[in-house]
């Protein structure tokens, strides 16, 4: 089964920091990977898929990248609503996994 | 718009039997995959399974074969999770999402329900 792991598993930013998450996968998983945001007692949000195509709607803010094992987001400006659990996720023919999730708290 | 709407919360004891709903609106709910994906108290994110409704074709993880039941009933745009004998264990938020393009499993997950709070305690 394929491994992902997400770092930092929290991270203190600031407003108006430049916030970048990292998830590994533990072999070539090409651009089969979505990032989502969620924020407490919500169901979570499609933010980003195929690893770098951003949803619409989604501020600009928010972009993604990598391919094989090692994809980014990147908040450009963090901005009050973006503190919240983020999460990766590997998708394939058969099966779904998951990041451990990122949380984004206030410094 | 698309909508994905779940049934309300439960408070069900060790070894009880339990179907919990996902109803989908606003798009052809044959054509794309639904999944479910629980989320215990405080914990991550963990992928239990997907079902075309379509055909009924399944496929659970792993992890999940054979505790749960994931089916669909096409003609009222309903999807369902199901335990024959809960436990303490199965105690967390259960979300129902959509994959994001029609007929492929190679998809992320979007939209998703509001979730299902599942509380088994005796």
């Known amino acids: 089964d394929i491994q992902m792991t997400q770092s930092p598993s929290t991270l203190s930013a600031s407003v108006g920091d430049r916030v970048i998450i990292t998830c590994r996968a533990s072999?070539?998983?090409?651009?089969?990977l979505a990032w989502y945001q969620q924020k407490p007692g919500e169901a979570p949000n499609l933010l980003i898929h195929r690893a770098s195509n951003v949803k619409s709607g989604v501020p600009s803010r928010f972009s993604g990248s990598g391919s094989g094992t090692v994809f980014t987001l990147t908040i450009s400006s963090l901005q009050p609503d973006d503190f919240a659990t983020y999460y990766c996720q590997h998708y394939d023919t058969y099966s779904g996994t998951f990041g451990q999730g990122t949380k984004v708290e206030i410094k | 718009e698309v909508q994905l709407v779940q049934s309300g919360a439960e408070v069900k004891e060790p070894g009880e039997s339990l179907k919990i709903s996902c109803k989908g609106s606003g798009y052809s709910f044959s054509s794309y995959w639904i999944g479910w994906v629980r989320q215990m108290p405080g914990k991550g994110l963990e992928w239990m399974g997907i079902?075309?409704?379509?055909?009924?074709?399944?496929r659970y993880s792993p992890s999940f074969q054979g505790q749960v039941t994931i089916s669909a009933a096409k003609s009222i745009s309903t999807a369902y999770l199901q335990w024959s004998s809960l436990k303490a264990s199965d105690t967390a938020m259960y979300y129902c999402a959509r994959l994001g393009e029609p007929i492929t499993t190679l998809s992320w997950f979007d939209p998703w329900g509001q979730g299902t709070l599942v509380i088994v305690s005796s």
């Open positions: 072999q070539s998983i090409s651009t089969w």
């Open positions: 079902i075309y409704p379509g055909d009924s074709d399944t």
